[in-house]
């Protein structure tokens, strides 16, 4: 099974800090997710990358960014946090075309 | 993007089989059928994929429709771990990044 981990795994932070979220995979996975999931609600892709140099948007506009350097890293970063940033974020990855998505057990961000 | 419809919650009793039902009526023929979990507190979790036919797995068997427009995800003895929300999505084998979660279906298991 895919390993990848996130940490932290909660997270409270006062408005204006800035925050990254590290997400990690053992497996060699060239694709990699962010999702971001609020209580009781859907998972919504805001970031996806092919691989490394490569980042894309994902559906859900968000105002955080990342980056891939390494194939196994793929950290998200928030300059300035503020309340409505207040979600589960989830990460995960695949080998690709119709493989299963790995996912971490998840960041749990609370903005005050 | 296709997208799926599932009911809002079902209730199951122990060690009896269940059947998750998902509409798909928007499927493309490149549209792989996936489904996942998501137990509390954790990240989904993979459970079953198929395309044309149905599948079995370990986990789980996935019925789906000669049409396409509609998938039965069955548990044959749900147990009380099987508690959780289960996704249908639909995933694009051209384009990784083209499927939609939904909200899910979440599963009671009553001892």
């Known amino acids: 099974e895919a390993d990848i981990y996130q940490t932290p795994r909660y997270l409270v932070i006062g408005t204006g800090k800035k925050i990254t979220l590290e997400c990690s995979q053992t497996?060699?996975?060239?694709?990699m997710y962010w999702y971001q999931q609020d209580p009781g609600m859907e998972l919504h892709l805001i970031h996806y990358?092919?691989?490394?140099?490569?980042?894309e948007k994902g559906d859900l506009s968000s105002e955080s960014t990342v980056s891939r350097i390494r194939t196994e890293h793929f950290p998200l970063t928030l300059e300035s946090a503020r309340p409505s940033h207040t979600s589960q974020y989830l990460c995960?990855?695949?080998?690709?075309?119709?493989?299963?998505?790995?996912f971490g057990n998840g960041t749990r961000l609370t903005v005050t | 993007d296709a997208k799926t419809t599932q009911p809002n919650s079902m209730e199951s009793n122990e060690e009896e089989p269940v059947h998750l039902p998902c509409n798909h009526s928007?499927?493309?023929?490149?549209?792989?059928i996936h489904w996942y979990r998501q137990l509390p507190s954790q990240g989904p979790e993979y459970v079953i994929h198929?395309?044309?036919s149905n599948v079995n797995n370990r986990m789980a068997s996935l019925a789906i429709a000669e049409d396409r427009k509609s998938s039965t995800l069955i548990l044959h003895r749900a147990t009380l771990r099987d508690a959780a929300v289960y996704y249908c999505?639909?995933?694009?084998?051209?384009?990784?990044?083209?499927?939609?979660f939904g909200s899910g279906t979440k599963l009671n298991v009553k001892p």
């Open positions: 999505i639909l995933r694009d084998r051209n384009n990784f990044n083209k499927f939609y």
């Open positions: 497996m060699g996975h060239d694709k």
């Open positions: 990358s092919y691989g490394v140099n490569s980042t």
């Open positions: 928007t499927i493309s023929g490149t549209d792989y």
């Open positions: 198929g395309l044309t």
């Open positions: 995960a990855s695949s080998v690709g075309g119709d493989s299963p998505l790995h």
